[in-house]
Nanobody, 126 residues
Framework: QLQLVESGGGLVQAGGSLRLSCAAS????????MGWFRQAPGKEREFVAA????????RYVDSVKGRFTISRDNAKNTVYLQMSSLKPEDTAVYYC???????????????????WGQGTQVTVSS
């Protein structure tokens, strides 16, 4: 089992920045590839970013490229999502997730992730 706890959400003005953290406990964190997803009110949960075991490979949804950065610190069992130039359309509950597949490409589908956090609210005001 892997437990994930997100933090760092809040209310920010458009153009501002936030850094989300996801702390993991339980089984070996470094053996999991990590992802961030988000779910806006009335919408389906969507992929935002993913990172490889070592942190050397990342993947982003087009709408956040150049604005968001995913990173991880395996010594601290934590994955981060640095969000800059935030827009009102970034408002959502943000979830971190973990998967342990052996696919070469980082995964983007919800059902490919094994463990999920409870989510943290990010609200961007215009």
């Amino acid at each position: 089992q892997l437990q994930l706890v997100e933090s760092g959400g809040g209310l920010v003005q458009a153009g501002g920045s936030l850094r989300l953290s996801c702390a993991a406990s339980g089984r070996a964190f470094s053996s999991y590839r990590m992802g961030w997803f988000r779910q806006a009110p009335g919408k389906e949960r969507e992929f935002v970013a993913a990172i490889s075991w070592s942190g050397g490979t990342t993947r982003y949804v087009d709408s956040v490229k150049g604005r968001f950065t995913i990173s991880r610190d395996n010594a601290k069992n934590t994955v981060y999502l640095q969000m800059s130039s935030l827009k009102p359309e970034d408002t959502a509950v943000y979830y971190c997730a973990a998967e342990s597949s052996s696919y070469i490409e980082l995964r983007v589908r919800i059902n490919e992730y094994d463990y999920w956090g409870q989510g943290t609210q990010v609200t961007v005001s215009s």
